[in-house]
């Protein structure tokens, strides 16, 4: 069973950045990876997803201030977050997921992280 571990998140003013990591320790990350985003009170989103080949997709909401990326030992996946918001707040996740694209959804994924807080306020 594939255990992902998230790190990174925190709390964060207006216009700052972050960067989520998402490792599975022991394993290469050759799989599709998403990261969904879980606002309070709201459902769990798909944000962004990034295929083993490097093929990646982002959510309107996100396009041209996240970017998600691989490492060339496949060992993680990261998050890079610009100019957050305080929309951003919530708890995101990684998971593997069988596909990458704009519209992905949460209930396809299969084995998830515990999630890392990231909290923007001013």
């Known amino acids: 069973q594939l255990r992902l571990v998230e790190s990174g998140g925190g709390s964060v003013q207006p216009g700052d950045s972050l960067t989520l990591s998402c490792r599975v320790p022991g394993f290469r990350l050759d799989f599709t990876i998403g990261w969904f985003r879980q606002a309070p009170g709201k459902e769990r989103e798909g944000i962004s997803c990034i295929r083993s080949d490097g093929y990646a997709r982002y959510v309107d909401s996100v396009k041209g201030r996240f970017t998600i990326a691989r490492d060339n030992s496949q060992t993680s996946v990261t998050l890079q977050m610009n100019s957050l918001q305080p929309e951003d707040t919530g708890v995101y996740y990684c998971?593997?997921?069988?596909?990458?694209?704009?519209?992905?959804?949460?209930?396809?994924?299969?084995?998830w992280g515990q999630g890392t807080q990231v909290t923007v306020s001013s």
């Open positions: 998971a593997r997921s069988p596909y990458c694209s704009e519209s992905l959804r949460a209930g396809v994924a299969d084995y």
